[in-house]
C-alpha cells in the first residue's frame, strides 16, 4: 500500500473509534475487509492509529480552539504537521488517498512550517477527570510522566530461565537480524533495539524459549520472594504473563495454580504454558472451596485503569471514565476479599496492578488491611514507567494467623 492509502486506511479507523467503537474491532473488521493488505501495512496503519491516540487530546484541543471538526481526517492531519511529514505524499486526492488538503489546511501547515513549536501547545494527554488523582499520585515526577505517555512503549523480551539463557537467545536474535541488548535492570530481560516486528514469528518464540514482556513487569515479578516447590496462584491469570514469569524463575519446580472470571483468556495462558514447559492447574469456583488455607503464594494482578500501560494501549485512556474507575475500584477489593482464605498462615499476598494512580493502589491496600487485622504490610514498591519500561505497583501481605 501506498503512503497515501494507508493514511485513508488510519482515517477510517479513527473514525469509527470516534464513533465508539472497540478499537481491536475496528482493527480486526478492516483486516478481514482488506485481505490484500500485508503485515507491514497493517503495522504501519496501526502505528499511525496509536501514535495519534497517544496525543489526541493535543489534536482536538487545536482543533476545538480553530473551530474544526474532530474527524479521522482532522487527526491524520495535525499528525503529520506533528511528525513533518510529505503533506502531498499523503493528501494526494487519488483514487486510494485523502482528498487533497483544504485551505485551512493549507493555511494551517504553512503557519506549523514557520512556528518552531508548530502550533502545538503542550498538553497533558490524559482525560480531564483523571488529572488531580495523577498530580496527586505521581507529585515531582508528573511532567515526565505526561511526556512518556506521549511516546511509544519500548519492546522486550523475557528469556525462559527453564528452557534457554539470555546469551542463546540474543545469538537467536542476532543471527535473524534484530538488534537486541541485555536488560541491566532484570536477570532474564532483553531489551528489543531494532526490527522488533518479527520477533513471534521465530521458532524460538514458538519452542517456548523467550516470551515478549514489559521489563518492568519482570522487575515486578523478580521483586517477589518466592520459594520453589511451593504452592502458588495466580488469581488473575488473564494469558499467564505473570504466572509463567514466575514459574521460569523458579525452574519450573512448584505447583502453578491458574484462575480467571474469563475462562477464554486461560486458554491462552494454556498455550503459553505448553509452549514454555510448564503445568498450569486450572482452579474454578467448583474446586476453590478445597484450596482453603493452602496457597504459599497468591498473586492478584487485578484489573486497573492500565494507566502504567496507556502508551501500549493509548485507546485504554479516552475510554475510561468515573463510573467505570468507580467498578474498578470495586472489583479490585472484591478480589483481594476472594482470595484472602485460600491463603494459608504466614503466607503471601502479592497486590499487583498496571497503575499509576494511588486510589488503585496504596489505597486499596490500606483499605483492606484495615478491614482484614490478620494481614499486614511487608513491602511496598511502585516501579515507574520509564524508557525502558511500563508502571507498575506491588504490595506484598502477609497473613498472620
Ligand atoms: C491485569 S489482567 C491480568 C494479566 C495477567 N496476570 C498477565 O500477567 O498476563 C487482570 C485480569 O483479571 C481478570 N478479572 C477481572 N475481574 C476478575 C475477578 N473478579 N476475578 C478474577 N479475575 C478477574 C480479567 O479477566 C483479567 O484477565
Known amino acids: 500500500m501506498r503512503r497515501d492509502s494507508r493514511a485513508n486506511a488510519a482515517i477510517f479507523i479513527l473514525d469509527e473509534f470516534l464513533a465508539g467503537q472497540n478499537l ?64 502531498n ?22 503557519i506549523a512550517k514557520e512556528n518552531n513549536e508548530r502550533g502545538f501547545e503542550v498538553i497533558d494527554n490524559i482525560p480531564d477527570f483523571l488529572l488531580t488523582e495523577f498530580q496527586r499520585s505521581l507529585g515531582s515526577k508528573f511532567g515526565n510522566v505526561m511526556r512518556l505517555l506521549e511516546k511509544r512503549a519500548p519492546v522486550s523480551i523475557r528469556v525462559n530461565a527453564h528452557k534457554s539463557d539470555v546469551s542463546s537467545i540474543l545469538e537467536v536474535l542476532s543471527s535473524e537480524g534484530i538488534e537486541g541488548k541485555i536488560a541491566k535492570k532484570v536477570r532474564y530481560g532483553i531489551e528489543i533495539i531494532g526490527n522488533p516486528r518479527r520477533l513471534t514469528q521465530l521458532k524460538a518464540f514458538k519452542d517456548g524459549y523467550f516470551e515478549v514482556q514489559d521489563l518492568h513487569s519482570q522487575k515486578t515479578i523478580e521483586g ?94 479516552w475510554r475510561i471514565t468515573s463510573d ?57 514498591e511502585n516501579i515507574t514507567i520509564d524508557t525502558q519500561g511500563d508502571g507498575f505497583f506491588c504490595a506484598v501481605l502477609q497473613k498472620k494467623n
Open 224 to 317: 517477589l520472594p518466592i520459594k520453589e516447590d511451593t504452592k502458588i496462584l495466580d488469581y488473575c491469570a488473564g494469558a499467564g504473563g505473570k504466572i509463567l514469569n514466575i514459574a521460569s524463575l523458579l525452574k519450573g519446580n512448584g505447583r502453578f495454580f491458574v484462575h480467571d472470571l474469563d475462562k477464554k483468556k486461560l486458554i491462552e495462558a494454556d498455550l503459553r504454558a505448553k509452549r514454555a514447559g510448564i503445568k498450569l492447574k486450572r482452579l474454578n469456583a467448583e474446586n476453590m472451596e478445597q484450596h482453603h488455607n493452602s496457597f504459599d503464594y497468591i498473586l492478584a494482578d487485578v484489573p486497573c485503569s492500565g494507566s502504567g500501560t496507556w502508551r501500549r494501549n493509548p485507546q485504554q485512556k
Open 24 to 87: 481491536n474491532a475496528i482493527l480486526s473488521k478492516w483486516t478481514k475487509a482488506n485481505r490484500y493488505a500485508g503485515s507491514s501495512d497493517r503495522e504501519s496503519i496501526r502505528d499511525i492509529v496509536f501514535d495519534i491516540l497517544r496525543v489526541k487530546k493535543t489534536f482536538t484541543f487545536i482543533l476545538n480552539k480553530e473551530k474544526q471538526v474532530i474527524n479521522g481526517r482532522a487527526l491524520v492531519f495535525l499528525y503529520s504537521v506533528y511528525y513533518s511529514l510529505p503533506l
Open 324 to 380: 467505570s474507575l468507580e467498578e474498578i475500584l470495586n472489583r479490585q477489593i472484591t478480589i483481594l476479599n476472594e482470595v484472602k482464605d485460600l491463603i494459608k498462615k504466614n503466607g503471601l499476598l502479592f497486590y499487583i496492578t498496571c497503575s499509576l494512580l494511588k486510589i488503585e493502589n496504596e489505597e486499596v491496600v490500606d483499605d483492606f488491611l484495615i478491614q482484614n487485622k490478620n494481614f499486614s504490610l511487608s513491602n511496598k
Open 89 to 110: 505524499d499523503i493528501f494526494t486526492g487519488q483514487k486510494y488517498g485523502p482528498d487533497k488538503l483544504n485551505n485551512y489546511e493549507n493555511e494551517f501547515s504553512e
